[in-house]
């Protein structure tokens, strides 16, 4: 597959992630009381959002706002809300509020300096997407810190889950449920790791498998 190709695959994740974002809110609606849905509809929705802002540029090229967009919605958002839902699922609701209230203030004040930097205008390329365009180059360290807690979470949630749920036939599938979303979500986050040396290419691919994959897990987990 052609570089050039390979650019509009943010277009075919846009268009499966958007019903799946839904599908999930439809379900928090029908549970309320069941936070994790809600932060896994807020971790799609942003999953979508991202993947629509390297579609515009793939269509229309680079634009700051949409730039912009893109390294809030991704490098910011790509796992944290999605990890945030296993919190809610593994730990005491009130020590899930307390670590979503410092997400949520973590992500507020990197989005902020994402959206004030100055932008090196010599390092834009007209398709391609990369945070090495910043003026303010510690504008990048945020992402680090945030898609660590989502991959300790993450990956610390599929194991614990993988140990509750594996002990009875009844429950085994969730085990499984939860391994899938959480692989799924990773992979996004290793995609970004190579943004970092310009190969955006490979973020676009990892995006659309790590989707599938969600998905995949998400229909397990809601399966009577």
């Known amino acids: 597959m052609s570089s050039s190709l390979i ?12 019903p799946f974002a839904v599908a999930i809110g439809r379900r928090y609606g029908q549970h309320p009381e069941r936070l994790h849905l809600l932060w896994w509809a807020i971790g799609v929705g942003a999953y979508a959002a991202g993947t629509l802002t390297e579609s515009l540029t793939a269509l229309f090229g ?23 839902g296993t919190v809610y699922l593994m730990l005491k609701k009130r020590t899930a509020h307390l670590l979503t209230a410092a997400l949520v203030l973590t992500v507020a004040v990197a989005s902020v300096a994402v959206w004030s930097s100055p ?17 303010w180059t510690w504008v990048r360290r945020f992402s680090p810190f945030i898609n660590l807690y989502a ?44 943004t970092r040396f310009g190969y955006t290419e490979v973020l676009y691919v990892m995006e659309l498998l790590g989707l599938l994959m969600m ?10």
Not at 71 to 83: D, K, Q, R
Not at 119 to 135: C, T
Not at 173 to 178: F, K, T
């Open 7 to 18: 650019h509009y695959i943010p277009i075919v994740t846009t268009i499966l992630a958007i």
């Open 62 to 84: 680079w634009q700051e706002p949409v730039f912009r967009l893109w390294y809030i919605t991704g490098a910011l958002l790509g796992g944290a809300p999605l990890a945030q």
């Open 119 to 135: 932008i090196q205008y010599e390092w834009v390329e007209s398709h391609r997407l990369s945070g090495r365009v910043f003026e």
């Open 151 to 194: 991959v300790i979470f993450l990956v610390g949630g599929a194991i614990l889950s993988a140990v509750k749920f594996s002990r009875s036939d009844a429950t085994r599938h969730r085990m499984w449920a939860n391994v899938w979303i959480a692989a799924g979500a990773i992979l996004p986050g290793i995609g970004g790791a190579f």
């Open 215 to 224: 998905w995949r897990g998400y229909v397990i987990s809601v399966r009577p």
